[in-house]
């Protein structure tokens, strides 16, 4: 089985120069955790997910001063948040996406998200333009699903 | 990329042209390859940055393949000992920091009481010189930047002019022991030099240099501070940057700072031990962080894996080894004895005027590029005077002093500095202007290499 049997082909996506409160808003509503950002000739320019929200409202060296307790949220994180209406999902998003193509199979989607550490994959076709998202949990589905088929 | 293109011309030109200037004046062939690919190694880092390593790999396989120096001599002069003493602090390090070292030591600058920006400003200045002489200076800014960040967004102040101060600071302090920047162990391992000598000669000058500063700071940011004591009164005490963060007191960082404690104990009595136990000069200087390395191994042996891999900088590390490597060719050649015997002939080996080039010319250089290669160049020439029976204590201490305070003056001569505002730039998207950074940094370095050089010259202590 390929990717592209199992892809969810209705992706939604964000534009790179949208709001990043608006995109925040989107993820909220949606109850995802990323979304791929695809500009206006449909090439994917990055990912947003919650994590790149976390890493610009939190200070950037919590990841270098080792292990310590916040007892009380510091006053910048209420600054990030307020300076997130200023921001454009460009500002935040990661650029280094990890991609499969649509004939990728399930077990090489799936190496490449252990390997990579990756929770999605946008799935592109010949041309590059993004055609499909495909999660770790349709992957998993499909590989038991097609086990017990056999 | 016409910029990139023409940065690249230069770096095959300047060489070319240094090999063929060094044959014209009497270098041999081998000496005016090794002169023409060590300077491929130093203008590399001074263009490109990000491909150093790549530059110091093809500079040595060339140095090999051409026959100038053999695979012995390269791995005699690629300085293991001083590699093996960075790995171990570096896996030291790691520990502390896991433990929660560092963060315990930014929630005690957060907890000063009854703040003033003078108490704030020297309580930061005093603690970044001191930190980088007991670690080194690029772990000590970043805890530094993380408590001044946090002091200054609570205050509702510009955070700039204080990491300004702890990066100065930070370059004078590292001066002061062997721990503070691989250029102390550097010197160390090749003048011989044990961490008592850095303790008696160095750390004075470092303390000398930094009180100088701190009052030339205060000075030079007085309306800051005015503005920082009337936020102060404005904003009322800092009850809640007091309970900000916390680190569990837990039983692994007593037991990370016993080891640490231990290791710098060991390092501080090297010399009496070395002497007591009859080893070679510096055996347990270079030791002491692998055996503390060692013994963490054993007791996180899981993690042990990570420390090696993640904590120790092997691209820094494996650039120094070649770029040791690369300038111990200009030993084996003979090129940095034959400069040598040609300034002592020049000057006549006024001790004065070797002390003073030595100082002006490393500031000023460490100002324009990383101390380490400038050091590694510097350190076969001053061999090269001892073999004309010069006095050559002093100029060691030039060597290190100019190595540490140059880096002061401009905006790129510090890797501290590099990782301070790169901090400041992703938290505050505020970028230092080099004309801003100039200013002050021309002001410090100059007026505390102005000191360093007055001592050196004038005292006796020093010869």
């Not at chain 2, 023409?36 to 880092?45: A, C, H, P, Q």
């Not at chain 2, 090999?64 to 390090?93: H, P, R, Y």
């Not at chain 2, 801003?436 to 202590?461: D, E």
Request: charged share 20%; hydrophobic share 55%.
């Amino acid at each position: 089985m390929k990717v592209n049997e199992i892809m969810t082909k209705e992706i939604t996506s964000l534009s790179p120069e949208a709001d990043a409160k608006e995109a925040l808003d989107l993820l909220l509503k949606i109850k995802i955790s990323g979304l791929p950002v695809i500009d206006d000739k449909n090439k994917l320019v990055g990912m947003l997910t919650e994590k790149e929200i976390l890493s610009a409202i939190l200070p950037s060296y919590v990841e270098k001063v080792g292990k310590f307790v916040y007892e009380e949220n510091p006053k910048v994180v209420k600054q990030k948040i307020s300076a997130l209406q200023n921001m454009k999902v460009k500002d935040l998003m990661r650029k280094n996406v990890v991609t499969v193509d649509e004939d990728t199979t399930l077990c090489e989607a799936a190496r490449i998200m252990l390997t990579q550490k990756a929770r999605r994959l946008p799935v592109l076709n010949k041309a590059q333009d993004v055609i499909g998202i495909v999660a770790r949990g349709d992957v998993v589905k499909a590989l038991f699903r097609e086990a017990v088929a056999e | 990329m016409k910029r990139f293109i023409f940065k690249f011309i230069l770096l095959f030109l300047i060489p070319l042209a240094l090999g063929l200037f060094s044959r014209s004046v009497g270098f041999n062939y081998p000496q005016a390859l090794s002169i023409s690919i060590f300077s491929v190694s130093i203008l590399g880092t001074l263009f490109f940055w990000d491909f150093r390593l790549s530059f110091a790999f093809l500079g040595t396989s060339i140095l090999l393949l051409t026959q100038v120096i053999d695979l012995n001599n390269v791995i005699k002069f690629a300085s293991l000992e001083v590699i093996l003493f960075l790995v171990g602090m570096m896996v030291l390090i790691g520990l502390l920091k896991e433990a929660g070292l560092f963060a315990w030591l930014v929630s005690l600058i957060l907890r000063i009481r009854n703040l003033t920006s003078q108490k704030f400003l020297i309580a930061i200045s005093v603690i970044s010189a001191f930190l980088a002489c007991a670690v080194d200076e690029v772990t000590s800014i970043i805890f530094m930047v993380a408590a001044i960040l946090e002091i200054c967004d609570y205050f509702e102040v510009d955070p700039v002019p204080f990491i300004i101060c702890s990066v100065l600071t930070t370059n004078i302090g590292s001066s002061g022991t062997v721990l503070g920047n691989p250029i102390g162990i550097l010197i160390a391992a090749k003048a011989h030099l044990s961490f008592e000598d850095f303790i008696i000669k160095a750390f004075p000058l470092m303390l000398l240099c930094l009180a100088v500063t701190i009052s030339l700071l205060r000075i030079l940011y007085r309306k800051t501070l005015k503005q920082f004591d009337e936020k102060i009164r404005e904003l009322g005490a800092n009850e809640m940057l007091i309970r900000l963060i916390s680190v569990p007191p837990e039983r692994e960082l007593r037991v990370c700072l016993g080891i640490f404690g231990a290791t710098l104990l060991f390092i501080s009595l090297h010399h009496r031990l070395e002497l007591f136990l009859g080893l070679e000069t510096n055996t347990i200087l270079l030791i002491a962080p692998l055996i503390s390395a060692g013994l963490v191994m054993i007791w996180k042996w899981r993690k042990a894996r990570d420390y090696i891999e993640k904590d120790v900088e092997w691209w820094t590390l494996l650039f120094f080894l070649l770029l040791f490597a690369q300038a111990g060719t200009l030993k084996y050649t003979g090129a940095t004895d034959f400069l040598a015997k040609k300034i002592i002939g020049i000057t006549g080996g006024d001790p004065r005027f070797l002390v003073s080039t030595i100082l002006w010319l490393s500031t000023i250089g460490s100002g324009i590029l990383d101390n380490v290669v400038l050091v590694a160049a510097f350190i076969p020439i001053i061999h090269g005077f001892e073999a004309l029976n010069v006095n050559i204590q002093t100029l060691w201490w030039a060597l290190l002093f100019g190595g540490c305070l140059g880096g002061n003056i401009t905006l790129i001569g510090s890797t501290a500095k590099i990782v301070a505002l790169g901090i400041l730039e992703k938290e505050r998207r505020i970028r230092i202007t080099f004309f801003r950074w100039f200013r002050i940094g021309l002001s410090v370095g100059l007026i505390t290499t102005g000191l360093v050089w007055f001592a050196l010259i004038s005292l006796p202590f020093y010869r």
